[in-house]
């Protein structure tokens, strides 16, 4: 027990230094194996998982739908999206902290990740806040709040992360995430109007009726109709069986580039600077995959992984008790992990255990996604409150995490109605 622990710490260590979480668990687990066994049998087992990751047909989804995000930052589409969500919803007090919310669930419905989502949104909506003398506080927290739906509403880079660990149905894991991810858009909109009620001063002015007209507003509607058209297809094809995950993500591809081509707004340039983001991106998670899969046999064969399971079954947790204790596990992981670190450390864990409590593996996955969205904005990591700090630079990043406070509990109050009721997620694949 004493080198896992010492494993645990040197981990912990590495990850603090700033050593990237992927290296960091190849060379542990590549050590510890090393440690239990051998050191042909240490490279042995490394060659293996490199090949058997590397040759996944599933884990060829992951660069598309990397690269169909990056290609759809640089189309623009962000911004019609946040122009038309601005202008249908101006009636509303808050209307342009609320059409933040809904231009980040349409980009987050193509780009698939949170990051994405955070930055280029981010990058367009607040100086709007700024200039329309919205507070801060509520400004930069409901967009950081915002931006974690990019890996809720599908395609979802984590869902597929997920999928792949588990060998859940990736097309199962898009299409239950749809309502809850409408959900939780919706539940983030009310407070916005609540906000707006209890502390006006935080709501700047409305866009003046006046600079714009109905033409406008129809025109705006048509700008979005290629989000639309992209999500329908890749959705409506899984949904429809016509094609599977990793066929949908190369469609999503072409899809963007023929609609980049024929509106004129994606350069050569922009194509090739989506490539390199795109291959480092998928460098990093690859990396990940491959040094939590080492981490995890080295846990396994030290007896660690049994261990664990056999102390849970003897707590005897019942439903209840599982899904408060692991939020809490994942509150208290974002403090020092990132979302891939969590996820490549704890689901091996606690996914068997889940099953054994008759736990729907889709349902799980959704339930696992908006935890660890929670965790995205919580400190004191909350990557996306550091994303939007470089946005709104003259923002404190106390201010920021105060702003999300709202946005958290709401998150978790879903969290508690999804438990309740887990046809919120599982009606649509029933």
């Known amino acids: 027990m004493i080198p896992v622990i010492l494993s645990f710490g040197v981990l912990l260590a590495l990850i603090a230094l700033g050593i990237p979480i992927g290296l960091a668990m190849i060379s542990i687990g590549l050590a510890g194996l090393y440690f239990v066994g051998t050191l042909n049998s240490a490279l042995a087992q490394m060659t293996l998982v490199y090949w058997s990751e590397g040759t996944s047909f599933l884990l060829l989804s992951l660069p598309f739908y990397i690269l169909m995000g990056n290609l759809i930052h640089h189309t623009g589409i962000a911004r019609s999206l946040y ?6 919803l101006n009636w509303l007090p808050g209307g342009l902290a609320i059409a933040s ?10 780009s698939g990740s949170s990051a994405a989502t955070a930055r280029t949104m981010g990058g367009i909506v607040i100086p709007e806040m700024k200039r329309y003398g919205y507070g801060m ?16 509403i599908p395609p979802s880079i984590i869902m597929v992360f997920y999928g792949l660990m588990t060998e859940t149905s990736i097309g199962d894991l898009f299409v239950a995430g749809i309502v809850p991810g409408i959900c939780i858009s919706i539940i983030f909109a009310l407070i916005v109007l609540i906000t707006a009620a209890i502390r006006p001063s935080e709501v700047g002015r409305r866009i003046d009726p006046a600079s714009f007209t109905t033409r406008d507003m129809l025109i705006s509607l048509f700008e979005v109709l290629p989000v639309l058209g992209i999500f329908a297809v890749i959705l409506g094809g899984l949904y429809l069986g016509v094609f599977t995950p990793t066929e949908a993500s190369a469609i999503g591809v072409v899809a963007v580039l023929l609609y980049g081509a024929l509106s004129r707004k994606l350069s050569p340039a922009a194509v090739r600077n989506a490539l390199t983001d795109s291959a480092l991106t998928t460098a990093m998670l690859f990396l990940i995959i491959v040094g939590g899969y080492l981490f995890t046999r080295f846990l396994a064969q030290t007896g660690l992984m049994g261990t664990i399971l056999g102390f849970m079954n003897s707590l005897d947790l019942n439903y ?3 899904i408060i204790a692991v939020t ?3 509150l208290v992981l974002g403090c020092i992990l990132d979302l891939f670190g969590m996820l490549i450390l704890t689901v091996p864990i606690l996914f068997p255990f889940a099953m054994s409590l008759g736990i729907d593996p889709v349902w799980f996955g959704i339930y696992i996604v908006i935890v660890a969205e929670v965790a995205l904005v919580t400190p004191p990591i909350g990557i996306n409150v550091y994303i939007i700090n470089a946005v709104a630079k003259d923002v404190p990043l106390g201010t920021i995490f105060r702003g999300c406070i709202p946005f958290v509990a709401g998150m978790l109050l879903f969290i508690a109605a999804l438990a309740v009721w887990p046809e919120i997620a599982l009606f649509a694949i029933r």
């Open 83 to 88: 122009r038309s969500a601005s202008l249908w």
């Open 101 to 110: 919310v809904f231009a980040c669930a349409g980009f987050g419905a193509v």
């Open 137 to 152: 506080r509520l400004g930069t927290g409901v967009m950081s709040a915002s931006g974690t739906l990019g890996i809720l």
């Open 320 to 322: 209840w008790e599982f």
């Open 328 to 330: 809490i596990l994942y």
